[in-house]
């Protein structure tokens, strides 16, 4: 609950890089995830990730770079988070899916206790979690697959004992994946490129 929203006042702990930082667990921990999902992300061009690519070794830049994923990992993060919550026909309750939500929900709260990078030290142990952030996120797209099998064998099931109506209750997931996935994409080249630029 409320842990996960105390943040030091002074430099980022490096306990937090590896500090287990549980998933949403109370509602107040749910109507945050929510309010940041209601936000817009901001749109970043070729152009400007061009600009900050060209700044390699550029303390400031990277400074600023940090400060701007700060702010910006943990709307989108808490977007699909969210998302995740919502799937329809039980989706969001395979365990494999409520394992991916887990982990971007602990993901958003590890972000949003890490203070704001204000000095080339906390940039650097902020760099640091972002690298060990997307260590844990390798695994997403085959737990995301293992889940939609799940989802395939449990509507079969459901199908057979009448339970499920294909034409009637159709989702078209396909249009699903391809928000998660170029969500997701999005924001490994972000974090990808801040890294690249140490």
């Given at each position: 609950g409320a842990a996960h929203r105390r943040a030091a006042s002074t430099g980022a702990d490096s306990s937090l890089l590896h500090e287990n930082i549980q998933g949403a667990e109370s509602v107040e921990d749910a109507h945050e995830i929510m309010f940041f999902?209601?936000?817009?992300?901001?749109?970043?061009t070729i152009k400007e990730m061009h600009a900050f690519g060209a700044q390699k070794n550029n303390k400031r830049a990277t400074l600023v770079?940090?400060?701007?994923?700060?702010?910006?990992?943990?709307?989108?993060?808490?977007?699909?988070?969210?998302?995740?919550?919502?799937?329809?026909?039980?989706?969001?309750?395979?365990?494999?899916?409520?394992?991916v939500r887990k982990l971007y929900e602990e993901s958003?709260?590890?972000?949003?206790?890490?203070?704001c990078p204000k000095t080339n030290q906390m940039e650097e142990e902020f760099t640091a979690m972002l690298d060990n952030m997307m260590t844990q996120h390798n695994s997403v797209q085959q737990i995301v697959a293992s889940g939609l099998q799940e989802l395939n064998d449990h509507l079969a099931s459901e199908t057979r004992a009448g339970l499920y109506n294909p034409t009637a209750d159709y989702y078209d997931f396909g249009q699903f994946l391809d928000r998660f996935y170029l969500s997701r994409v999005g924001m490994r080249v972000l974090v990808g490129q801040h890294i690249m630029l140490h």
């Open positions: 999902s209601l936000r817009h992300a901001a749109t970043v770079a940090a400060q701007f994923l700060h702010e910006e990992l943990p709307i989108r993060i808490a977007r699909r988070a969210r998302e995740l919550k919502k799937l329809p026909h039980d989706l969001g309750e395979m365990p494999s899916i409520v394992e958003f709260f590890r972000l949003r206790r890490m203070p």
